[in-house]
């Protein structure tokens, strides 16, 4: 039987189509190949890889949150679609303890997903191997305004219209 190459998945880094030069390591116990490794966080903590990939089941302390801010990366694995504990964590590093570095979603990552993980904070998604580079790209701009604060834009919409709506009141003309 000859040798099956195992599908590229399909990678987005700041809403384009990107090369993943990082190579991810899901034992805990498998040694990294040299290059740039993702391991898992108690690897990364020992020292090995130079960046670390969470479990959803991550208790992000404070103590924690402060250990990661020198990662160059974070990856936030998501073991199910259905599993959303890795948006809390992405919106907690980027909002309450100031990670500026890239925080990537791994896992089983769908396109459906693809908006609401970048409002979250994932500026890196890396999409399971079945899902479409041109769907998931289509997806990133399915919504053209949202309602609600989040990271990627912190003012309500209604802050922004109110602030439009000002502008306009400034210039128009005066009737007496």
Do not use: N
């Not at 990678?11 to 993702?38: E, H, K």
């Amino acid at each position: 039987m000859p040798d099956q190459a195992v599908p590229a998945r399909p990678f987005i880094r700041a809403g384009q189509p990107a090369v993943d030069d990082w190579t991810l390591v899901r034992d805990s116990d498998a040694a990294p190949s040299g290059g740039r490794c993702i391991v898992p966080l108690p690897a990364w903590q020992s020292g090995a890889g130079q960046a670390p990939w969470l479990a959803s089941d991550t208790e992000l302390t404070d103590a924690l949150a402060a250990e990661l801010l020198d990662a160059p990366l974070i990856a936030i694995d998501f073991p199910k679609f259905t599993d959303g504990r890795g948006y809390s964590l992405a919106r907690l590093l980027r909002e309450r303890h100031g990670y500026a570095g890239e925080i990537r979603a791994i896992g089983d990552v769908l396109v459906d997903q693809l908006y609401f993980m970048t409002r979250c904070g994932f500026d890196a998604l890396s999409l399971r191997e079945d899902q479409w580079l041109e769907d998931a790209l289509g997806a990133l701009g399915a919504f053209s305004r949202a309602y609600q604060p989040a990271v990627d834009q912190p003012e309500p919409l209604f802050r922004r219209r109110e602030r439009e709506w000002a502008r306009a009141r400034e210039k128009a003309p005066a009737y007496a």
